[in-house]
């Protein structure tokens, strides 16, 4: 038996106990003829004792121990002279009277302490031993919980996991596919699913009536800042459900992690359609931890002479309470904010409501004090706060000023991380213009059903933009954990789909028709989502980022630092998948 106990599991009660450990060397004090090592597992440290009374070979032993030594220390627990009460097995320790080494070490590249002086790309290039760490370890049996809380709650509704294939039929809507070479069959190539969706579908039309999967999905899009070209999601759909069954089923397991994970109850989530969530926040996952909703004010500052406002399609700003003593500085920099390319907005215009009851503004030149109070007012602000304000093209600003109200939020401390504010958009846009392609694309994907009461748009192309689909995300804190929709399950309303999306019927047969095909065999009522389970897991365990909820992440630019992936592949696997490269 390599251990009677793990690392993390002795305690006073113990003591007196003959019991064998083993474990990495974390750390060896040597004073002398005291030593003391850190021994360490995944469940925690035990602290190793040798004294004058030990065998001096026994101590020669321990001296040779470095960091990260796999070594086994069998001995009797005794009670610490001086106790930790910071640690769980800090009232005891072992001492040892035999060691066996397990296993040598070389010196690790970075210390595995929780703090580590380890950079991100060398604590990448060695996940394995960043994984030893407590804060990675801990992420890692944090995202085990949520998956098990997410199996229990799903399963005892009846929903059954089921696995969907991984290699699958490239499909061109949404992302970028991942493809795979098939050696058999030269010339073609399977893809990596960006997500299950058409297989989901056919369960429901298999009659599995409810089904989940936590499943990995794959998508070759450029990579931002925390995204991942892997990644998992909770993969759902429902037979025989409205809307209304797909909201209260995937919240009800929201607020099941809630209260298992942070102890925490919600009421009802809040609902708030796409169009006031653009209108109100300019983003279609606003945080709502905070309020700074929008004031549109076309009607209160045109045609008093400031051209900029006079021949903007929107004038609109946000309040921030309490904050009229901003400096000259701070305002400056608010402004090279919004003009960062990465927001893009021309300039901001600023109105200081004085707790005096005075105004200063950046556009006393033409506003009066009273045209400045009536602008106030709009706003609801009281002296003491600011008013920030921009203008342009409708769509643009609110999105330039979504960014300004994030970063106010930020400044001031409104985003709490240990504050959660769940939220359901609805009605979202069933079609979105692109102007490179000139053509629609579905925002959701192109089996979410229109609403009924705007299916008729579909026949007036110039109504298109209007239709508002049955499509629903999940937002928490300004960011999307989750989204899915009502299907089509009809073929001639899919066909018209098919058909406003640009494909042809010959094009549209090519791409779904097995999805189209079982559709003619009684396909019923359906409808599902998927949450982000990383980002799940990060919104959970308080952190920005995905990358440190994945046991083996890819870097930002989508590599693989620790295997060294994508790599060129042997010409004789080329030749035999006959591909020839004709790299630029
Ligand atoms: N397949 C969708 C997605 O990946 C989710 C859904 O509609 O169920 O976003």
């Given at each position: 038996m390599y251990r009677t106990h793990t690392c993390g599991e002795l305690r006073?009660?113990?003591?007196?106990k003959e019991v064998t450990l083993a474990g990495w060397v974390q750390r060896v004090r040597d004073k002398g003829s005291l030593v003391w090592i850190d021994l360490r597992d995944r469940y925690g440290i035990t602290q190793l004792f040798l004294d004058g009374n030990s065998d001096p070979k026994l101590i020669e032993q321990a001296r040779s121990f470095g960091r990260e030594f796999v070594i086994q220390a069998k001995g009797i627990v005794i009670e610490r002279e001086s106790k930790n009460p910071n640690m769980p097995t800090g009232d005891i320790e072992l001492k040892v009277n035999a060691f066996t080494l397990l296993n040598g070490s070389k010196?690790?590249?970075?210390?595995?302490?929780?703090?580590?002086?380890?950079g991100d790309d060398l604590r990448m290039k060695y996940r394995y031993l960043d994984i030893r760490r407590n804060p990675v370890r801990k992420n890692l049996e944090l995202r085990h919980r949520m998956a098990m809380l997410v199996r229990n709650y799903l399963s005892n509704l009846n929903f059954l996991e089921i696995e969907t294939p991984m290699l699958i039929k490239s499909t061109p809507e949404g992302a970028r596919d991942f493809v795979v070479p098939s050696r058999m069959n030269p010339g073609e190539f399977y893809a990596l699913p960006q997500s299950p969706q058409q297989y989901k579908q056919l369960l429901m039309v298999a009659g599995m009536d409810r089904y989940f999967q936590i499943v990995r999905c794959f998508r070759d899009e450029d990579?931002?800042?925390?995204?991942?070209p892997e990644f998992t999601q909770i993969d759902c759909e429902m037979s025989f459900v409205e809307q209304e069954d797909v909201l209260n089923t995937f919240e009800g397991l929201a607020k099941h992690l809630f209260k298992e994970m942070k102890g925490l109850e919600f009421g009802q989530f809040p609902r708030m359609t796409w169009h006031d969530a653009m209108k109100?926040?300019?983003?279609?996952?606003?945080?709502?931890?905070?309020g700074m909703k929008f004031v549109e004010l076309n009607d209160v500052v045109k045609g008093k002479g400031f051209g900029l406002f006079d021949n903007a399609d929107l004038v609109v700003g946000i309040n921030a309470e309490g904050c009229s003593e901003y400096t000259r500085k701070q305002l400056d920099s608010l402004t090279e904010f919004v003009k960062r390319p990465q927001v893009g907005a021309g300039g901001m215009v600023y109105i200081k409501y004085n707790t005096d009851g005075t105004f200063k503004s950046s556009v006393d030149k033409f506003y009066t004090p009273e045209d400045l109070k009536v602008i106030a007012d709009k706003f609801g602000a009281k002296p003491g706060d600011l008013m920030l304000i921009l203008c342009g093209e409708a769509m643009k600003t609110r999105v330039q000023l979504n960014a300004l109200r994030l970063e106010m939020g930020n400044q001031l401390g409104l985003r709490k991380p240990d504050e959660y504010a769940p939220l359901w958009v609805i009605d979202f846009p069933l079609l979105e213009w692109d102007e490179e392609t000139q053509r629609y694309y579905a925002m959701h994907h192109p089996f979410t059903a229109p609403k009924p009461e705007d299916e008729?748009?579909?026949?007036d192309p110039s109504k298109w933009g209007d239709i508002r689909a049955n499509a629903y995300d999940i937002v928490m804190n300004g960011v999307e954990v989750g989204g899915g929709s009502i299907r089509i399950h009809d073929r001639t309303l899919q066909n018209k789909m098919f058909h406003t999306l640009g494909f042809n019927d010959e094009k549209a047969q090519e791409q779904f028709g097995f999805l189209m095909g079982a559709f003619e065999y009684g396909a019923p009522p359906h409808a599902g989502l998927a949450f982000g389970f990383d980002r799940l897991c990060s919104l959970f365990g308080g952190a920005d980022s995905i990358r440190d909820f994945i046991a083996f992440p890819k870097n930002?630019?989508?590599?693989?630092v620790m295997s060294g992936s994508p790599a060129p592949i042997a010409q004789e696997q080329l030749d035999e998948l006959q591909i020839a490269l004709n790299l630029k």
């Open positions: 006073f009660a113990d003591c007196g010196v690790p590249p970075f210390t595995i302490e929780d703090v580590s002086d380890g990579l931002r800042a925390d995204r991942q109100y926040y300019g983003s279609d996952k606003p945080d709502i931890r905070f008729a748009l579909l026949d930002n630019a989508g590599r693989d």
